[in-house]
């Protein structure tokens, strides 16, 4: 028998805690988790899932434009942000309950209180006023949205914690930011009629995706409205009656209903008594680990944003059953986080695996380039001018596809069926021998030919 009373003890019931403490249940663990929020994390409670749901109400706007294209005629739309409130709640709500089901189910207990380590192998349950001791901790806390502190009047500012909250909409909106946040949201409150504009304080949003996807969707977007400001930085927000009042570092002030900080996460360690007790935190506060999500002190692991890998839900699934399989399975697993699908549902919706460009130069010297750019079929009917962007990064030596990155309708979808193609090690040639399916956007990507050619500079006079 043990001596310790949890053979696993876990610290966050997000979504590499939860798995991390079902599957080392299903190996004959005793495990708990500690929750001070709600079971299922931010992604599912306040981040991507309902996201998602308020992206697809965005959306509608531009559809009920585009019906016309197809013979139909839509009457007089009203949107109800209220009503919107509610149904995620409600959508929520159930994806929580299922969460905690599935805890219970695999025989883990669920304790609904902040924990804070004593020492390497006792937990503090600060809502109940005990300790609990376990064989092995796993710290799966997650991040934190960042807010600058540099800003005079930074506490006007929410982030994406009150965004799914807000009581109305705000007739204008300002998002700073130039990450997944900031441009999903940007088109949130686009497409539900918000007069809305992005800050960012560089020249390109998405810092570390393709430069022809970063170029391509800032198009897109101001092509839909949104008015988006690059080299910005706010210097102070003012309140002024019902409005906010934003200053810009080059002295120009906008007026505003709301002002939303979308510039990033901040691992979430800091007072959980983790240095206290010997384990190595960075500067980032993110989690030092090893590739077996390994601590410092042996027998505390991390697993997820904590440890500032890769900020993706899936990873922190990933994260979650490989260190589970390894520390109670005797399955030594560690994640691999070189080959990553990923999708930005902004609007238009981006999907890319694999290197950049400018990735796949450095690290393989030549390289071909396949891309191509067009109006989506839907498109024609409508007069919409939004362009399909599809781009093949191709090592020239051994003809392996490196990259895909792609804008457009379903490109989440897409991409994860062509994650796994790019995941084996495919080549141009066998993309080529795939049958295309017609009539659809994705054939282009089993369809390019011809090899992209960067264009003559010219000399200067």
Known sequence: MTKYDYDLFVIGAG???????????????KVAVAEEYRVGGTCVIRGCVPKKLFVYASQFSEEFEDAEGFGWTVGETRFSWAKL??????????LNGIYIRNLERSGVAIIQSRAILKDAHTVHLVGEGRDVTAD????????????PHDVKGIEHAITSNEAFHLEELPDHIIVVGGGYIAVEFTGIFNG???KTALLYRA???LRGFDEDLRVGLMDEMRKKGVDLRTHAHITEIERKGGKLHVTLKDGTVIETGAVHYATGRKPNSRGLGLEEIGVSIRKND????DAYSQTSVPNIYAVGDVTDRAALTPIAIREGQAFAETVFNNNPIAVDHS?????VFSQPELGTVGLTEHEAREKFGEIDIYKTSFRPMKHTMTGREEKTFMKLVVDQKSERVLGVHLMGPSSGEIIQAVGIAVTMGATKKQFDQTVAVHPSAAEELVTLKEK??????KAAD
């Open 15 to 29: 979504s590499g805690g939860v798995r991390a403490s079902r599957i080392a249940a299903s190996h004959g663990a």
């Open 85 to 94: 409130i509610a149904n995620k709640d409600k959508e929520i709500d159930r």
């Open 136 to 147: 092995k901790i796993l710290i799966a806390t997650g991040a934190t949205p960042f807010l």
């Open 192 to 194: 539900l009629g918000v």
């Open 203 to 205: 020249d390109r949003i």
């Open 286 to 289: 993110a989690i030092e680990v």
């Open 339 to 343: 080959v990553i699908p990923t999708a």
């Open 452 to 457: 992209w050619a960067p264009p003559v500079q």
